[in-house]
């Protein structure tokens, strides 16, 4: 292939940076990866269990995570992608009731069997809504309660709202809720039941196979690099300040999570910034348990008790069972919170001190002998709150400064942040340098 005179900066090296010199690479655009961490990986880094790969935060996929599977093929992965069926619950008062099928909703005690249907309503409602933007104007609490029942808001949304959104739980977009409901009840077998993917080996393999692949094929990544600024002239991307140094770049991408983004990205008109600064982000703190015995045998339990200090546990070793990691079971606990909670910066020890008579009532056979190993992460970026409105707000690919493009998490939006949808605009920032 024909090489161009492009030479691209790309700032980040998650999925989304990795991805963009994926894509680069294919129409013959040089690029260099710069990643301020060790490793490569951010939000969906990983570290080593019992001589496999695991992610700090859970990542499974779902079937309609197209760009992520074609880029998994593209690596040469396709073999190691397992689609399992799952099961999902939620605590409610001292029990797990299952939650993974349409017909478990119709035995769903907690809800008084009206508002069991008027909850299998709303979801076929919302199945039915083709064009999210009238959403967006509207809360998901007053959505709920407008389209079902306040009680069914009450005791299935607003401990799950609360959990992922904490203060910001009643100014969640009805259209975040609208795709989340689409996209994973969309990812089901042929025959109805749950069906959630994953990559045997971890994601580790993923970053490694294609850290590889693009060494051999010219791309420079750089580890333990952080990128002090974006250099500019006249409105025009020229470089990259990192080390001291300012290396010549035609065209940046900025790959990173939107604030480290703005505060690399100086020369930025003020509005620009502050129009961008607005969007606010949760942190997460998770837990994960290395345990000799099986929690529960389902996937995903959401909690819904609002006493209780975590928002789900996420046992690993239902989508990937436990021969994969030396007989041990992996569960994550997760919290998603301001970074300001003195939760957000307990240690290991004390975070398991609040977290174990919670984990004993969820799980009742449970008890500290089970442990192996317990380890704890924290980003502070972990998730954009998606308020109303946000709609208006997705921060654009094309930035203000000429041959400057922005791919970045706070981007996907109705859907989830999914990996896929990170390899999604990666690909669209790529494609931007490519055209232009
Ligand atoms: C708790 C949790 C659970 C999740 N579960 C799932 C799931 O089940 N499935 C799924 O698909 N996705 C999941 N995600 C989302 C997924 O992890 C993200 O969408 C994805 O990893 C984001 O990739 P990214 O490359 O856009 O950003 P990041 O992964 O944040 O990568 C940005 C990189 O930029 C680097 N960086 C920042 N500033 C600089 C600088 N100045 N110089 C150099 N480098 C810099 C950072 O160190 C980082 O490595 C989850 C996320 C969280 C937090």
């Not at 700032?11 to 260099?32: C, F, R, Y």
């Not at 307990?346 to 009742?364: G, S």
Request: proline share 4%; charged share 25%.
């Amino acid at each position: 292939m024909e090489k161009s005179e492009k030479r691209t900066g790309i700032v980040g090296g998650g999925i989304s940076g990795m991805a963009a010199a994926w894509e680069l690479l294919k129409k013959g655009v040089a690029a260099d990866i710069y990643e301020r961490d060790a490793t490569l990986g951010g939000l969906a880094g990983w570290f080593s269990v019992n001589g496999t790969t695991l992610e700090k935060f859970y990542h499974h996929l779902y079937n309609l995570d197209k760009d992520l599977i074609q880029l998994i093929h593209e690596v040469g992965l396709g073999e190691n992608l397992v689609f399992r069926q799952t099961n999902t619950g939620a605590f409610y008062v001292n029990k797990i009731y299952r939650l993974s099928k349409p017909i478990d909703l119709i035995k769903y005690k907690p809800l008084p069997f009206m508002d069991r249907i008027r909850m299998g309503l709303l979801v076929l409602k919302a199945r039915k809504v083709q064009d999210w933007r009238d959403l967006d104007k509207i809360s998901a609490k007053d959505w709920i309660i407008r389209n079902s029942s306040q009680t069914v808001y009450d005791i299935v949304w607003s401990p799950l709202f609360r959990s992922k959104f904490g203060r910001y739980a009643n100014e969640v977009s009805a259209a975040w809720l609208w795709s989340k409901l689409v996209q994973r009840g969309g990812s089901r077998s042929k025959g109805g039941a749950e069906e959630l993917g994953y990559l045997k080996g971890g994601y580790g393999l993923l970053f490694n196979q294609m850290e590889q692949k693009l060494t051999e094929q010219g791309v420079r990544i750089f580890k333990n690099a952080p990128v002090d600024g974006i250099e500019t002239r006249n409105g025009i991307v020229t470089g990259l300040r990192t080390g001291g140094q300012t290396i010549p770049y035609t065209h940046v991408i900025a790959c990173t999570q939107l604030p480290d983004y703005l505060s690399i990205a100086g020369d930025a008109p003020e509005g620009y910034r502050s129009e961008l600064n607005k969007i606010g982000f949760l942190g997460n703190a998770t837990l994960v348990m290395r345990l000799r015995k099986r929690l529960s045998d389902t996937y995903w339990v959401n909690i819904t008790d609002p006493e209780c200090p975590f928002v789900g546990v996420i046992e690993q070793t239902n989508l990937l069972d436990e021969s994969h990691y030396g007989g041990n079971h992996l569960a994550y606990i997760s919290r998603y919170m301001d970074v300001q909670d003195p939760m957000y910066n307990m240690t290991v020890d004390e975070l398991y001190r609040v977290y174990a008579p919670w984990l004993k009532k969820v799980f009742p056979e449970f008890t500290d002998e089970w442990i192996e190993e317990l380890m704890l992460w924290h980003e502070p970026y972990s998730q954009a709150v998606v308020s109303t409105g946000y709609g208006d707000r997705i921060p654009d690919a094309v930035t203000p400064i000429k041959n400057l493009y922005l791919s970045t998490m706070a981007q996907i939006f109705p859907e989830d942040r999914q990996m896929s949808n990170g390899v999604k605009f990666a690909k669209k920032a790529a494609e931007l340098v490519i055209s232009e």
